[in-house]
Antibody, heavy 118, light 110 residues
Framework: QVQVVESGGGVVQPGRSLRLSCAAS????????MHWVRQAPGKGLEWVAV????????YYADSVRGRFTISRDDSKSTVYLQMNSLRVEDTAVYHC???????????WGQGTLVSVSS | QPALTQPASVSGSPGQSINISCSGT?????????VSWYQQNPGKAPELLIY???KRPSGISYRFSGSKSVNTASLTISGLQPEDEADYYC??????????FGTGTKVTAL
């Protein structure tokens, strides 16, 4: 069955970096785009970034553009989110999700918690 | 990109139908037929209910249906059941090739 499992979260100080990973299984990873979506504690969903199936296209939310980088390694069926210059407001559970037809997300992971605090 | 606007809460009696609105602009909802709806239970990952405005993924109950008019999308839950209590989010593709979620709606079965 389709599974996506996030890892790499933790507590980090403002201004530092963190890299999240999302391991996928149960489908042909190289045929699908992947999204990162975050949810601050007690708040709503916020879309973060998407990478196309072949890695040629990447798009970001205004709030993270220039600080976060999405990438993929098809040999490992893994998508990454490199987060630099972290801010307190980046504190959230970060979910990865499989893209559906380019405009939706059909399978989501449980998420990994990132806490930015001094 | 500002979040799409949803009512904070909607409630109904079991068996009733309820509607959740999702208001956007001509740069998102009004520009494409790429509106999705998600259900999220506490502590769980979101689940896709509707994509491309009206389509249901395999396994999603027919009681969930979607529609769109100009810059506003809607999710209808027919025959409300206690297990439908959850948070619901709309999402739309935008002209900037990004995505935007709604503010979220808490559904309560009275």
């Amino acid at each position: 069955q389709v599974q996506v499992v996030e890892s790499g979260g933790g507590v980090v100080q403002p201004g530092r970096s963190l890299r999240l990973s999302c391991a996928a299984s149960g489908f042909i990873f190289s045929s699908y785009g992947m999204h990162w979506v975050r949810q601050a504690p007690g708040k709503g969903l916020e879309w973060v970034a998407v990478i196309s199936y072949d890695g040629s296209e990447k798009y970001y939310a205004d709030s993270v553009r220039g600080r976060f980088t999405i990438s993929r390694d098809d040999s490992k069926s893994t998508v990454y989110l490199q987060m630099n210059s972290l801010r307190v407001e980046d504190t959230a559970v970060y979910h990865c999700a499989r893209d559906l037809y380019g405009f939706s997300s059909d399978y989501w992971g449980q998420g990994t918690l990132v806490s930015v605090s001094s | 990109q500002p979040a799409l606007t949803q009512p904070a809460s909607v409630s109904g009696s079991p068996g009733q139908s309820i509607n959740i609105s999702c208001s956007g602009t001509s740069s998102d909802i009004g520009a494409y037929k790429y509106v999705s709806w998600y259900q999220q239970n506490p502590g769980k990952a979101p689940e896709l209910l509707i994509y491309e405005v009206t389509k249901r993924p395999s396994g999603i109950s027919y009681r969930f249906s979607g529609s769109k008019s100009v810059n506003t999308a809607s999710l209808t839950i027919s025959g409300l059941q206690p297990e439908d209590e959850a948070d619901y989010y709309c999402s739309s593709y935008t002209k900037s090739r990004t995505f935007v979620f709604g503010t979220g709606t808490k559904v309560t079965a009275l």
